[in-house]
């Protein structure tokens, strides 16, 4: 069995959003509603593979450039196969994620799916046959078990590493006619200061929150007015309802509030780090509660946006007299917490700093493309991940040209894939011996991948 899957096909198997709209879409499209004509392709204890998510990940793979091949679809198919095999092994090994985990995993999927579709909730509910709810519940189940393979993963290949004598010798295998060309590279870091809210954007927020309020109370649908108003993405699709949760599953100012108020009450105004909430609370049992909320996040005013590019602007200068590196003023000053950890530097998945052009954001390499190499940007208002307004200084490290793969320029790459080999090889010798301990029966469709041979 081709256990050694080409990095390629492997990029396209996470439950990403391509991946959940790509079984989305076979399932949408495989027949008229109300027949059913999927399969089941493989069964792995008491988990099964049905053809829709074979072909949905296949799909995928190939709308993300991959060339169309039985040797890719059996690749496909063998590495689903095994996800189901680590979800089995998992629980017979008792290797579990919480149900926050997954929750909070399942509403980030969903509210991908919706700002990205193009789509309303009700035309996707059309385009499906399903409501939004069954749509949530089929793809929690398909994250919860991406989630428990990934924890049995982990497990696996805990404290797995490489020495650099085996990543020269992986390095050392590959013939010079396959080494990689890499694009130009660039070494780029951030310095983010969010734009700190003025009282007097606060109160604007909390009025018109108690305005939505009033009219809740005189006789508005709460469903509708969140749908509307809420800045809450999932609210598109559980129109503010949060479900029951326990103890310790929200922000504490949301539970606390939660606790707060009497059943069927609809709180005042109150505030969380993700801005300013009314909640109603629909029920509570124990230690348990089931809420709806609407919320809205105060917007910062020109002079708020100001304040910040005037902070930033002291700390280019500071950095520019040496007074601090700029490593190091990212580190205690950014509030950006996916760069401040490494002293502002964007990096790849493999945590490397050097960044292909064409994986750069768009924006940045934009703001760089004007700049000197060394060189330190002003201050530029810009819009986070989460919408949110922010401003940042760039500073420029450093660019490389294209070139062919070589340790000296790109030991952080080599040594990434020569730590996937060595884990893919340490998942092959487990699925050897795990595939024994589980009942697998593959559809004879797929018996010529030889997943079992």
């Known amino acids: 069995m081709k256990m050694l899957l080409s990095r390629r096909i492997l990029?396209?198997?996470?439950?990403?959003?391509?991946?959940?709209?790509?079984?989305l879409s076979a399932h949408a499209q495989e027949a008229p509603r109300g027949f059913v004509v999927d399969k089941i392709v493989a069964k792995v204890d008491n988990y099964i593979l049905l053809n829709s998510e074979v072909e949905g990940a296949y799909q995928n793979y190939l709308a993300n450039g991959g060339r169309p091949s039985e040797e890719a679809r059996c690749g496909i198919f063998s590495q689903l196969v095994i996800n189901k095999l680590l979800v089995a092994k998992a629980e017979i090994d008792s290797v579990i994620v919480t149900d926050l985990e997954v929750?909070?995993?399942?509403?980030?999927?969903?509210?991908m799916i919706l700002q990205n579709s193009g789509n309303s909730p009700e035309q996707l509910e059309r385009i499906y046959g399903k409501t939004l709810e069954q749509i949530k519940l089929e793809l929690r189940e398909q994250i919860r078990e991406q989630l428990m393979g990934n924890a049995m993963q982990r497990k696996i290949t805990k404290g797995l590493?490489?020495?650099?004598?085996?990543?020269?010798?992986?390095?050392?295998?590959?013939?010079?006619?396959?080494?990689?060309?890499?694009?130009?590279d660039v070494v780029v870091a951030q310095i983010v200061k969010k734009a700190q809210i003025s009282e007097t954007q606060k109160l604007e927020t909390k009025l018109k929150?108690?305005?939505i309020r009033d009219r809740i109370l005189n006789g508005?649908?709460?469903h509708e007015l969140a749908r509307k108003f809420s800045e809450d993405p999932s609210s598109q699709y559980n129109a503010g309802e949060m479900g029951y949760v326990g103890r310790g599953s929200m922000v504490p100012p949301y539970e606390a509030m939660a606790f707060k108020i009497k059943v069927g009450e609809i709180s005042q105004p109150f505030e969380s780090q993700f801005g300013f909430h009314i909640m109603q609370l629909l029920d509570r049992r124990g230690n348990e509660y089931n809420s709806r909320h609407i919320l809205i996040s105060p917007v910062p005013s020109k002079q708020d946006i100001a304040r910040a590019e005037e902070y930033l602007d002291s700390l280019r200068l500071a950095i520019l007299r040496d007074s601090i590196t700029f490593e190091d003023a990212a580190k205690k000053y950014s509030d950006d917490q996916r760069t401040k950890g490494f002293g502002g530097y964007f990096t790849d998945e493999d945590g490397g700093t050097k960044i292909s052009v064409k994986d750069m954001d768009p924006i940045v390499y934009f703001n760089i493309d004007t700049m000197k190499v060394g060189s330190i940007s002003r201050p530029t208002v810009y819009r986070t991940d989460d919408g949110k307004d922010a401003v940042r200084i760039l500073y420029f490290k450093e660019r490389q040209a294209p070139h062919q793969a070589n340790l000296k320029d790109d030991w952080h790459r080599i040594q990434a894939a020569a730590l996937a080999e060595k884990r893919d090889k340490m998942l092959s010798k487990w699925f050897e011996k795990a595939r024994h301990d589980v009942f697998i029966k593959i559809d004879p469709a797929f018996e010529s991948c030889g997943i079992l041979k």
């Open 161 to 184: 590493g490489v020495t650099p004598a085996e990543v020269k010798r992986f390095f050392a295998k590959i013939p010079p006619d396959s080494l990689p060309f890499y694009s130009a």
């Open 220 to 222: 508005e649908d709460f």
């Open 103 to 111: 929750d909070n995993n399942t509403d980030q999927r969903m509210n």
């Open 209 to 211: 929150l108690s305005e």
């Open 11 to 23: 990029k396209y198997l996470t439950v990403s959003l391509g991946m959940a709209l790509g079984i």
